[in-house]
């Protein structure tokens, strides 16, 4: 009984997120997505709790890749970027961070956190992989 009433009152009372992928753990925040770069990139404030925040960091979205923006692929490179934004730019959502797979730290070879984007429980990545606007990419 009484764990029961402790796991209620801390999802109710404190407002804590279900869990969006059991792989997260801990490691999952709020982020106010601020911009998107392009297809796998886009900038977010993120929420660490206890009036902490990262502000105008780069994240690039795991396990997908996307057309660069240059002149061959400029029309793939707009879809995608359009579609992303249309889907989570000025949104608060919720972002897993993800180790590589050497188990180094959570950034790509260009600096930027590794991120699983959840919108309630569309899973964003694999939601651009669905609509054929990105491929898998072996972060």
Avoid: S
């Avoid at 804590?16 to 106010?32: E, H, R, T, V």
């Avoid at 879809?79 to 180790?99: M, P, Q």
């Avoid at 919108?119 to 694999?126: K, P, Q, R």
Wanted: charged share 30%.
């Amino acid at each position: 009984m009484i764990r029961i009433i402790l796991v209620a009152w801390g999802v109710t009372v404190l407002g804590a997120p279900a869990a969006a992928d059991p792989a997260c753990g801990l490691y999952q925040y709020k982020a106010d997505i601020v911009r998107v770069i392009d297809g796998d990139t886009v900038v977010a404030d993120i929420d660490l709790g206890f009036n902490v925040w990262r502000r105008d960091e780069r994240l690039r979205l795991f396990g997908i890749d996307t057309p660069e923006r240059k002149k061959a692929t400029m029309d793939g490179w707009r879809a995608a970027k359009d579609a992303l934004a249309g889907r989570i730019e000025g949104r608060e959502l919720i972002i897993c961070t993800v180790k590589d797979k050497r188990g180094a730290e959570e950034t790509g070879k260009f600096g930027r956190y590794l991120v699983k984007i959840y919108d309630g429980d569309v899973l964003v990545n694999d939601w651009m992989l669905e609509q054929g606007l990105a491929v898998p990419y072996g972060d």
